[in-house]
């Protein structure tokens, strides 16, 4: 009882630091976009759980709590795709 109340708590945890980042990105327009930008940004290395909806143009990811991830950073991942990363939002 005591471990599994350590571990809900590791998880909560987890979740409170690891901030949702919600990216809206300009230029996309196939599966091929969707493609680069998904490797550009795992490529950072600071970011899991990577979505890109083609239909929605946003990139969605979870940054690694002991690797963040600055809004230039993901600028410069996006742009390296061919794209460019209009608005970011984090929670
Ligand atoms: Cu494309």
Redesign the pocket.
Known sequence: MKISLFFVGLMFCVAAFSARVEVDVNG??????VEAITKELKATDKVEGISVNLDQKKARFTEMKDRKISDAEIKSAIKRAGYEAAKIRRN
Not at 28 to 33: L, P, Q, V, Y
């Open positions: 996309m327009s196939c599966g091929m976009c």
